[in-house]
């Protein structure tokens, strides 16, 4: 397997370790806003909002952000882990739906857990493979060991903490999908 050069025509930033693209940063600085405005309502509200994997999430992430804003590392792999975002807009959705006790086997949570269930699974589980292979190609390249050790760290340490918990959310999404869908037929025979 050859290794990627500095100036790869295939990737938009002359390095994907290095470099400071302004709509990265842009992008990484709103989540990192979105990240601490949530993480003080999780634990302003803990007893209706807490959940230990959400603080995770939200410490790893701003963990590993913190080094794209600060020293303009690593803003490829940045970019790339936002794209999970995408999934986020249905998981408040189904969060709103329960809070204001819309029935989860009604017509539309079930769309919107369908519409979750898939979306997770496209943008934080089916990724997981490219996202590692392109992790691999710049391992152990000289530009990877002028990034440093606390760089790196950064950069692994946060990625294998979030792939665990998309990784136990999804089979939660999948398997609360599942029974909601389950009791969709009983729900109109009784009716």
């Known amino acids: 397997m050859s290794r ?14 290095r470099g400071e693209p302004r709509l990265v940063k842009m992008n990484v600085a709103i989540t990192c806003g979105y990240l601490l405005y949530d993480l003080l309502l999780l634990i ?5 909002l807490g959940d230990s994997l959400f603080v995770c999430h939200h410490l790893a992430a701003l963990y590993a952000y913190g080094y794209v804003l600060s020293r303009g590392v690593l803003p490829y792999f940045a970019n790339f882990r936002l794209l999970s975002e995408l ?8 969060w709103f739906l329960d809070a204001v006790g819309w ?3 009604s017509w539309l949570a079930l769309a919107n857990g369908l519409a979750m ?9 089916a990724v997981i493979p490219s996202y590692y292979a392109q992790v691999f190609t710049w391992y152990g390249t000289p530009e990877y060991e002028r990034l440093g050790l606390s760089v790196q760290l950064a950069w692994i ?3 294998l903490a979030l792939e665990v918990l998309n990784v136990v959310w999804m089979y939660r999404i999948t398997r609360g999908f599942y029974r909601a869908f389950c009791q969709q037929p009983k729900a109109h025979k009784s009716a």
């Open 4 to 17: 990627p050069s500095a100036s790869s025509a295939s990737c938009p930033f002359s390095s994907p370790c």
């Open 44 to 48: 302003r509200y803990w007893r209706t």
């Open 87 to 94: 999934s986020t807009p249905f998981v408040n959705l189904r």
């Open 103 to 105: 029935p989860r086997s």
């Open 117 to 125: 269930t898939v979306v997770f699974f496209m943008v934080r589980i």
């Open 157 to 159: 340490g946060p990625s």
